[in-house]
Structure formats: structure tokens, C-alpha cells
């Protein structure tokens, strides 16, 4: 039911969530629903206390980037940066990868340190010309960082990219009557959504070199 509700109405999402962990506090789907719901309606404390409920339960880091995204909601940066550094980034699911950089970026914001919340979302999965169902975001999470850093015509071209491949991805899923929920599918980019920057992205200045963060961690990803 709480699935169901938390677009249309959250808070009655929230209820359902909270009714369900009354009965059934120990199962880890409920404990998740209930910090989902929490983070929706900004009740930050309460959603990073549910997240680490659950992932003592059920053992798993699929939550991990909206436990980083929780601590920062309660305004400790360090603390998300802690967390995130603390999980082995290899065992991730590839969108829950993505999902944790632009988290981690957005702590590194959130401290004033710019290159460095540049430097987080350097990893594998942004490629300028080929969308999955992480890129939209993920472009548009550089876009910010870029615009943050007097960059504005790098911050335009990934702002394009982000608006062209999930445009690419909408066309994709409006063309199908099923979905898979773990199909990862490959979708080109149009060539003509590129011409205002090389192929390969734009021209590598200080921001763009791949440095590690305090534990060397931001080149590894």
C-alpha cells in the first residue's frame, strides 16, 4: 500500500509504513518502507535511524546512497562521507554506485569542497554518449557541480546530455508494455546532441583529473 501511495500522497504512505512496523517491526522490508516514506517527508532523523535498522536486518547496502542522502538531510556531511567511504563500492549494484556518488558529491557540496564533490562523480558509468537508467541523473549531478564551479558552458552540455537521455529513456520504455526492474539496457545517444563538445566530453581541466579522496577512494569509482 505504502509503494502505492508515496507519490500521490506521502504522508498517508508514511502512516501505512508506520502502521505495518507496529505489527511487524522486524522484518526488513517494513523498516525500509518506513525510512523510504520518513526521507520523502523530510523527517531525515527518522529515516537514517530506519535505514541502519534495516541494513542490520537484512545485511544489505542497497539503501546506502539514501542513508548518505539522510545524514546530510541532518547536517552531517562528515558523517555521510563516513558512511559512504565505509562500504565496498565493488559489491554495489551498478545503479546503487551511482545512486552513492551522487550522494557522496552532494556531501562534498554541502562542504564547500567543489573539486572534490567534481572528483566523486568521476567513475566509469559517465559516459557521455550512451544512456542507462542511472545517466540522467548522474549528468545532471555534474551539471550542478560544473555550474557551482564557474563552469557554464561545461555545466550546459551535461544539463543537455541529462535532458537527452532521459528523453532517449522515456522513448525507449514508452515503446514497451513490460519492464524488467533489473534490465539494464545500453541506449545510444544521438550523435547531434553532442556537437557542442567532443565526443569524448569536454576538455579535462584540474576538476576533471581523477584524483582520490582522502582515502584515495573517488579514483577507484
Known amino acids: 500500500m505504502a509503494a502505492r501511495l508515496i507519490d500521490d500522497d506521502p504522508e498517508l504512505a508514511h502512516q501505512h509504513a508506520l502502521a505495518a512496523s507496529r505489527s511487524a517491526g522486524r522484518i526488513a522490508i517494513v523498516r525500509e518502507t518506513v ?11 527518522l529515516a537514517v535511524r530506519e535505514l541502519r535498522t534495516y541494513r542490520r536486518i537484512s545485511g544489505r547496502d542497497d539503501q546506502i546512497a539514501l542513508l548518505v542522502d539522510s545524514e546530510r538531510g541532518v547536517g552531517r556531511p562528515d558523517r555521510a562521507l563516513e558512511v ?38 568521476d ?8 544512456a542507462f537508467a542511472w545517466s540522467p541523473g ?5 551539471a550542478a557541480v560544473l555550474e557551482e564551479l564557474g563552469r557554464t558552458e561545461e555545466a550546459a552540455a551535461w544539463q543537455r546530455r541529462a535532458e537527452v537521455a532521459e528523453e532517449a529513456i522515456g522513448a525507449r520504455d ?4 513490460v519492464l ?31 584524483a582520490g579522496d582522502d582515502n584515495g577512494e573517488a579514483g577507484e569509482r
Open 180 to 210: 524488467e526492474i533489473d534490465e539494464v539496457e545500453e541506449i545510444p545517444l544521438p550523435v547531434g546532441d553532442h556537437t557542442d563538445v567532443p565526443a569524448d566530453g569536454p576538455a579535462a581541466g584540474p576538476a576533471d583529473d581523477p
Open 138 to 142: 548522474l549528468f545532471a549531478a555534474r
Open 174 to 177: 514508452a515503446d514497451r508494455e
Open 123 to 130: 567513475i566509469p558509468e559517465l559516459d557521455p554518449d550512451r
Open 35 to 45: 525510512a523510504i516514506t520518513a526521507y520523502a517527508l523530510g523527517d531525515f532523523a
Open 84 to 121: 559512504g567511504r565505509a562500504v565496498d563500492r565493488s559489491t554495489l549494484p551498478t545503479e546503487v554506485r551511482v545512486e552513492l556518488a551522487i550522494a557522496m558529491s552532494g556531501a562534498r557540496l554541502d562542504l564547500g569542497e567543489t573539486e572534490r564533490a567534481l572528483q566523486e562523480l
